[in-house]
């Protein structure tokens, strides 16, 4: 038997306790001594993995059919770290500048397993270390003379199982106190650290003698429990009966009782509200609240402006256009009303009234450019969908985070509820992907009388996140809405805009098919979708840069990756002049598009971004250069896990985005995520050209699904209590 020992680094697939995953190697049997330092695929059956431990693996080396190499484990064990160890961690860690593995295990060699000890002891005792400078002993002592009072209580954090990563940022929240609160309750952690999940927390509970129906576990896997319903199916809210079912799957438990208890405990500490017999997070029900609140207050309010017809028939020649009676309504009520919605399909022209509007804005209130930069913001939800705006109308735009100057390490904002915006007016499009806490940190930055004008399409699929901000308001018939219908882009020559256009009236023809060649349905089926669609790339000479796959799902020989690993074979296979690097199992090379997962602030690149790899170093530091639309960004290795190969992405992660060419596999195995709102937003994603390849009928049966994500949101309740109070 051969065996292994090193790190889980990611898991590819799993399948109840069956793991396919990554592992990084330290050290092997004699017979595979060729695998050290190396990462390697492995498979078998776990309990759990993370990536804190120390791991070995006893099984053998097997060559799949499909993907090679890997590692199959029969048994494993956690291996338990040295006091050595600690330390070493502990001196190696950024706490310590340039003091790295070497240099920590050589200090720890010399002065034994009492070196902390020994140096606050007798700082000149470190110069008895080779290669130390004086920089490394004035570092080495001052940095520890300042944690005096908490190393022990940082490698006492790391004996228990955090990492020292974990360790540092417990300490930062905790000081003095650290270990009296983790071990009264460690799950307290989950609550006050946001890097310091439940499920890492749970893992380690042993440690603190703590049972599978503790009290202290019950609570906060209700709360665990609540969040990741909330953040997976975009509620607000679940019943009791929902609460206990979660929590019991969550916890592996069955008591029913025990959870109920628990639901109490956590109303009684206002960790919990009760809503009508709903059960919400504190957090969720102060946001939602917050959200109601404001948007009653704009309504009451009347705005002292009026807007004339000559005033839009300025517009009309500055423009050379004339807008028709819902663009009118819309330019008008977003100068006379403090809120307002407008909402509509593709090329019925929602830019052309923003575009308006901020003209509009401009000539009432006789402000030149300047001045409207420092009272209007023109937000969206992610890059693309500024960059889009910004380019349309000619005026500046920026994603929310980005005017909420997010801070990513503390996950704020720095404009909040104590330091206001000083804007009058805020146009927000996308609105459609806007979450419940991110429209509610935006209000909470926004002076209470600050115009709201929101954008979007009712029909597109709502927020990764929690709630349906666009579809609730909407609904509520409490909030002024304009609809825009009438086509406009292409001169009314656009099929994809009318196939748009037939799904949401229901009068879907599938004879709008290859009746032009903007709209072409290619028929297909599981086993030739790759030909069919290599046959699609090479035969319509297209234009890479300004195209884009979607796909409705991740897994399958169908799926997003790997219909991903087969274009990357066609549009950018490997060649010698052409650098690449593999991490987390995927080759990156130059000149690959790829999709950007993370938000990343300082660098002005958002979850969703797609951009092209233009230069990858393999040297001594690994890195990217990859080009967003211009925004040339160094990702270094630390970043690489932020990116996707992008040839083929989700739908969800299209909203916001507008590509010339897109491409949309339709098969039966897609099943239930064939449904209407999935299909229409990715068919209005084409501007110019919108590829079917697949399954006719499945895509009729796709439109004719009228599944929603069916979201339990409380807001038009709050909403209606509101305006009644």
Same mark, same amino acid.
């Given at each position: 038997?051969?065996?292994?020992?090193?790190?889980?680094?990611?898991?590819?697939?799993?399948?109840?306790?069956?793991?396919?995953?990554?592992?990084?190697?330290?050290?092997? +049997?004699?017979?595979?001594?060729?695998?050290?330092?190396?990462?390697?695929?492995?498979? $078998?059956?776990?309990?759990?993995?993370?990536?804190?431990?120390?791991?070995? &693996?006893?099984?053998?080396?097997?060559?799949?059919?499909?993907?090679?190499?890997?590692?199959?484990?029969?048994?494993?064990?956690?291996?338990?770290?040295?006091?050595?160890?600690?330390?070493?961690?502990?001196?190696?860690?950024?706490?310590?500048?340039?003091?790295?593995?070497?240099?920590?295990?050589?200090?720890?060699?010399?002065?034994?397993?009492?070196?902390?000890?020994?140096?606050?002891?007798?700082?000149?005792?470190?110069?008895?270390?080779?290669?130390?400078?004086?920089?490394?002993?004035?570092?080495?002592?001052?940095?520890?003379?300042?944690?005096?009072?908490?190393?022990?209580?940082?490698?006492?954090?790391?004996?228990?199982?955090?990492?020292?990563?974990?360790? /540092?940022?417990?300490?930062?929240?905790?000081?003095?106190?650290?270990? *009296?609160?983790?071990?009264?309750?460690?799950?307290?952690?989950?609550?006050?650290?946001?890097?310091?999940?439940?499920?890492? #927390?749970?893992?380690?509970? +042993?440690? &603190?003698?703590?049972?599978?129906?503790?009290?202290?576990?019950?609570?906060?896997?209700? #709360?665990?429990?609540?969040?990741?319903?909330?953040?997976?199916?975009?509620?607000?809210?679940? +019943?009791?009966?929902?609460?206990?079912?979660?929590?019991?799957?969550?916890?592996?438990?069955?008591?029913?009782?025990?959870?109920?208890?628990?639901?109490?405990?956590?109303?009684?500490?206002?960790?919990?509200?009760?809503? *009508?017999?709903?059960?919400?997070?504190?957090?969720?029900?102060?946001?939602?609240?917050?959200?109601?609140?404001?948007?009653?207050?704009?309504? @009451?309010?009347?705005?002292?402006?009026?807007?004339?017809?000559?005033?839009?028939?300025?517009?009309?020649?500055?423009?050379?256009?004339?807008?028709?009676?819902?663009?009118?309504?819309?330019?008008? $009520?977003?100068?006379?009303?403090?809120?307002?919605?407008?909402?509509?399909?593709?090329?019925?022209?929602?830019?052309?009234?923003?575009?308006?509007?901020?003209?509009?804005?401009?000539?009432?209130? @006789?402000?030149?450019?300047?001045?409207?930069?420092?009272?209007?913001?023109?937000?969206?939800?992610?890059?693309?969908?500024?960059? =889009?705006?910004?380019?349309?109308?000619?005026?500046?735009?920026?994603?929310?985070?980005?005017?909420?100057?997010?801070?990513? *390490?503390?996950?704020?904002?720095? #404009?909040?509820?104590? %330091?206001?915006?000083?804007?009058?007016?805020?146009?927000?499009?996308?609105?459609?992907?806007?979450?419940?806490?991110?429209?509610?940190?935006?209000?909470?930055?926004?002076?209470?009388?600050?115009?709201?004008?929101?954008?979007?399409?009712?029909?597109?699929?709502?927020?990764?996140?929690?709630?349906?901000?666009?579809?609730?308001?909407?609904?509520?018939?409490?909030? /002024?809405?304009?609809?825009?219908?009438?086509?406009?882009?292409?001169?009314?020559?656009?099929?994809?805009?009318?196939?748009?256009?037939?799904?949401?009236?229901?009068?879907?023809? +599938?004879?709008?098919?290859?009746?032009?060649?903007?709209?072409?349905?290619?028929?297909?089926?599981?086993?030739?979708?790759?030909?069919?669609?290599?046959?699609?790339?090479?035969?319509?000479?297209?234009?890479? *840069?300004?195209?884009?796959?979607?796909?409705?799902?991740?897994?399958?020989?169908?799926?997003?990756?790997?219909?991903?690993?087969?274009?990357?074979?066609?549009?950018?296979?490997?060649?010698?002049?052409? @650098?690449?690097?593999?991490?987390?199992?995927?080759?990156?090379?130059?000149?690959?598009?790829?999709?950007?997962?993370? %938000?990343?602030?300082?660098?002005?690149?958002?979850? $969703?971004?797609?951009?092209?790899?233009?230069?990858?170093?393999?040297?001594?530091?690994?890195?990217?250069?990859?080009? &967003?639309?211009?925004?040339?960004? =160094?990702?270094? /290795?630390?970043?690489?896990?932020?990116?996707?190969?992008?040839?083929?992405?989700?739908?969800?992660?299209?909203?916001?985005?507008?590509?010339?060419?897109?491409?949309?596999?339709?098969?039966?195995?897609?099943?239930?995520? /064939?449904?209407?709102?999935?299909?229409?937003?990715?068919?209005?994603?084409?501007?110019?050209?919108?590829?079917?390849?697949?399954?006719?009928?499945?895509?009729?049966?796709?439109?004719?699904?009228?599944?929603?994500?069916?979201?339990?949101?409380?807001?038009?309740?709050?909403?209606?209590?509101?305006?009644?109070?």
């Amino acid at each position: 038997m051969q065996q292994i020992t090193g790190n889980f680094k990611q898991c590819i697939f799993k399948s109840s306790s069956y793991v396919v995953g990554l592992f990084k190697v330290k050290d092997t +049997s004699s017979d595979i001594v060729r695998l050290k330092n190396k990462t390697i695929t492995f498979t $078998g059956y776990f309990d759990s993995l993370n990536e804190h431990d120390l791991y070995t &693996f006893y099984g053998n080396i097997v060559i799949h059919d499909r993907y090679g190499e890997q590692f199959q484990v029969d048994s494993y064990e956690i291996v338990l770290p040295k006091e050595k160890d600690k330390i070493i961690d502990f001196l190696s860690s950024n706490l310590f500048h340039k003091i790295g593995k070497r240099k920590a295990s050589k200090i720890v060699e010399v002065l034994g397993e009492d070196a902390l000890k020994v140096i606050l002891e007798n700082k000149d005792s470190l110069w008895l270390v080779p290669t130390l400078t004086k920089e490394n002993i004035d570092t080495i002592y001052e940095a520890l003379s300042k944690y005096r009072n908490s190393y022990e209580v940082i490698v006492n954090l790391t004996k228990i199982g955090f990492s020292m990563k974990e360790a /540092l940022r417990v300490y930062k929240e905790y000081k003095a106190n650290t270990m *009296d609160i983790i071990n009264t309750d460690p799950y307290t952690l989950v609550r006050d650290i946001k890097e310091i999940t439940f499920t890492r #927390v749970d893992k380690l509970r +042993s440690k &603190f003698d703590i049972k599978d129906d503790d009290s202290r576990r019950i609570d906060a896997g209700i #709360v665990y429990a609540i969040n990741e319903v909330n953040q997976n199916i975009g509620n607000s809210y679940l +019943s009791y009966d929902e609460v206990i079912y979660y929590t019991n799957r969550a916890l592996n438990i069955n008591n029913s009782d025990l959870i109920m208890e628990g639901i109490n405990r956590l109303l009684d500490l206002d960790i919990l509200v009760l809503d *009508d017999n709903n059960i919400l997070l504190k957090e969720m029900y102060v946001a939602l609240e917050n959200i109601a609140k404001r948007v009653v207050d704009l309504t @009451k309010s009347k705005s002292n402006v009026k807007v004339s017809s000559s005033d839009i028939k300025d517009l009309e020649r500055l423009y050379n256009i004339n807008y028709n009676k819902e663009q009118f309504n819309a330019i008008c $009520g977003a100068i006379e009303n403090n809120i307002m919605i407008i909402t509509g399909g593709p090329g019925v022209g929602k830019t052309t009234v923003i575009k308006g509007i901020c003209s509009l804005y401009q000539n009432i209130y @006789k402000i030149d450019f300047r001045t409207f930069v420092n009272e209007v913001a023109l937000l969206a939800p992610t890059g693309r969908a500024c960059k =889009r705006i910004q380019e349309q109308t000619n005026f500046p735009a920026s994603t929310i985070h980005r005017f909420l100057k997010w801070n990513k *390490d503390e996950d704020t904002f720095l #404009v909040n509820e104590s %330091n206001k915006s000083d804007v009058k007016l805020v146009i927000i499009d996308e609105v459609s992907m806007l979450d419940i806490y991110l429209f509610h940190n935006l209000l909470l930055g926004l002076r209470p009388m600050t115009k709201i004008i929101l954008i979007g399409d009712y029909n597109q699929l709502p927020s990764v996140g929690c709630g349906q901000i666009l579809k609730d308001l909407i609904d509520s018939d409490l909030v /002024l809405t304009i609809k825009l219908e009438k086509l406009y882009r292409q001169k009314e020559e656009s099929n994809i805009n009318m196939l748009a256009y037939q799904i949401n009236h229901d009068l879907y023809d +599938s004879n709008i098919f290859n009746e032009k060649d903007d709209l072409l349905f290619i028929p297909a089926n599981f086993d030739n979708l790759k030909d069919k669609l290599k046959e699609v790339l090479d035969d319509y000479n297209l234009n890479y *840069d300004s195209l884009q796959i979607m796909a409705p799902i991740y897994r399958g020989d169908n799926g997003i990756d790997e219909l991903n690993y087969f274009v990357q074979s066609i549009v950018n296979p490997k060649a010698r002049n052409k @650098k690449e690097i593999i991490h987390n199992a995927v080759t990156y090379r130059e000149n690959d598009r790829v999709l950007n997962v993370v %938000n990343m602030p300082d660098e002005n690149v958002y979850n $969703g971004d797609v951009g092209t790899i233009l230069e990858i170093g393999n040297s001594k530091e690994k890195y990217m250069l990859v080009d &967003f639309d211009g925004n040339i960004v =160094r990702l270094t /290795l630390s970043n690489f896990s932020n990116l996707k190969l992008g040839y083929v992405i989700s739908v969800h992660k299209s909203q916001g985005s507008e590509f010339d060419v897109v491409i949309l596999p339709i098969l039966p195995q897609y099943g239930i995520m /064939l449904y209407r709102k999935l299909l229409y937003t990715a068919i209005t994603r084409a501007k110019k050209k919108l590829i079917l390849i697949g399954d006719i009928y499945s895509f009729a049966k796709g439109i004719n699904n009228h599944r929603e994500d069916e979201r339990k949101t409380n807001l038009k309740k709050l909403l209606n209590s509101c305006i009644n109070s």
